[in-house]
Nanobody
Framework: QVQLVESGGGLVQPGGSLRLSCAASGSIRSIVAMGWYRQAPGKERELVATSGGVIKYADSVKGRFTISRDNAKNTVYLQMSSLKAEDTAVYYC??????????????WGQGTQVTVSS
């Protein structure tokens, strides 16, 4: 079994910063990719940023958010700056993890709320 545990969400004022963390644990052979998605009320879940062979960002966060990984800790971070009200959402960690020679699966964290409001 694999678990993804997120932390770092909260309430922040417009223009502020937050850093999200997500640590993977369990039966991990290798981590192919890790990233972040978000889902705002009444909207579909969308990609925010992903780090695998290449780093990819949603256009709406380019220049404001930075994704990074600590491979030794099986952890992915999302540094969010210049936050806007429209960044308010539940942020989900996502990982593509090889658990054996033949099994690679996608895993999700439980989600962490980010609220940008004055």
């Amino acid at each position: 079994q694999v678990q993804l545990v997120e932390s770092g969400g909260g309430l922040v004022q417009p223009g502020g910063s937050l850093r999200l963390s997500c640590a993977a644990s369990g039966s991990i052979r290798s981590i192919v990719a890790m990233g972040w998605y978000r889902q705002a009320p009444g909207k579909e879940r969308e990609l925010v940023a992903t780090s695998g062979g290449v780093i990819k960002y949603a256009d709406s966060v380019k220049g404001r958010f930075t994704i990074s990984r600590d491979n030794a800790k099986n952890t992915v971070y999302l540094q969010m700056s210049s936050l806007k009200a429209e960044d308010t959402a539940v942020y989900y960690c996502n990982a593509l993890i090889q658990t054996s020679l033949i099994f690679t699966n996608q895993y999700w964290g439980q989600g962490t709320q980010v609220t940008v409001s004055s």
